[in-house]
């Protein structure tokens, strides 16, 4: 299944990048062609940012000041089971 781990940031002026912990106190990772990316509710398309290492994503065109950042981070587990031993497997 799927689980989806939500970062939100409030842009400074100019603010082109964004890494490290949100409004919330969360540190952003994620792994890479796992995100979406929403600028003031609109979905950016993948072209419009880079998010290449992980930690951080840089917008192509510079956020306005408290413009609302919102990355969505799928998370995808695994469940499997012999006998009574469980296990899940959490990717980041």
Do not use: H
């Amino acid at each position: 299944s799927t689980t989806i781990e939500t970062f939100k940031f409030t842009c400074t002026s100019g603010q082109t990048t964004f890494n490290g912990n949100d409004a919330n106190g969360n540190n952003l990772t994620y792994n890479v062609g796992s995100i979406q990316v929403f600028l003031n509710g609109i979905r950016l398309d993948a072209s419009d940012f880079v998010a290449s290492n992980g930690s951080s994503i840089s917008l192509n065109d510079p956020a306005a000041l408290d413009n609302e950042l919102i990355i969505d981070v799928f998370k995808y587990i695994t469940t499997n089971s012999w006998g009574t031993n469980q296990w899940v497997m959490v990717e980041k």
